[in-house]
């Protein structure tokens, strides 16, 4: 393989490693208003990825320059899996139907904390976990039942009790997924019987 080969494989593949971080991150973000359990829609998509990965492994040859059925198939389904829930989210959440909005309210039945750790590089190819920080998150759950963990800043955690309720306007996704918009919850003292 000369130079020339070389360099436009490695500009291809640094295109779709960045094509696949920039739908998995935009996901996320579309999912945070979206009231469905996180792994389903993935796990759909994954499945979709995988069964068509047996016929469609050969596509992957020109960009990964490699025969290996396994791993062609496998970069397949997992760019098959993340096109695919990014769409999801995107046409469901984008396109909601808005003559669909209802108020309901969300009662917070519970408050979690996350650690992570910052990472920090110690050599040429070596990282170290960093200082440690706290994500928060809050659970609610809506009059019918369903539960959505929503993350928090860490001031508006503090004021917020188990028991206490939230107005949410929630709209009809296209994908038939409800919608609403975390940013806008507003959140009301519960009785202090109702609170734990």
């Not at 503090?158 to 975390?182: E, K, N, T, Y």
Request: with cysteine; glycine share 8%.
């Amino acid at each position: 393989m000369d130079k020339g080969n070389k360099f436009v494989r490695g500009v291809k593949i640094a295109v779709a490693v960045l094509v696949v971080l920039v739908m998995s991150v935009w996901s996320m973000i579309l999912y945070s208003d979206a009231f469905i359990d996180w792994w389903i829609v993935p796990a759909v998509t994954l499945g979709v990825g995988i069964a068509t990965a047996i016929h469609m492994w050969k596509w992957w040859i020109p960009l990964t320059w490699s025969e290996s059925g396994l791993f062609n198939g496998m970069c397949h389904s997992v760019f098959t899996a993340v096109l695919l829930t990014f769409a999801f989210f995107a046409l469901n959440n984008m396109l909601a139907d808005s003559a669909s909005e209802r108020a309901d309210t969300a009662v917070v039945t519970g408050h979690f904390r996350e650690e992570h750790h910052r990472h920090r590089r110690v050599g040429r190819r070596y990282v170290a976990n960093g200082e440690v920080y706290y994500t928060y998150k809050l659970q609610l759950k809506l009059s019918d039942g369903r539960t959505k963990f929503v993350e928090m800043p860490l001031k508006n955690y503090r004021r917020i009790h188990d028991g206490d309720s939230a107005s949410v306007v929630l709209r009809d996704g296209l994908c038939g997924v409800p919608v609403f918009d975390h940013k806008a919850l507003k959140f009301r003292k519960g009785k202090r019987s109702d609170r734990r």
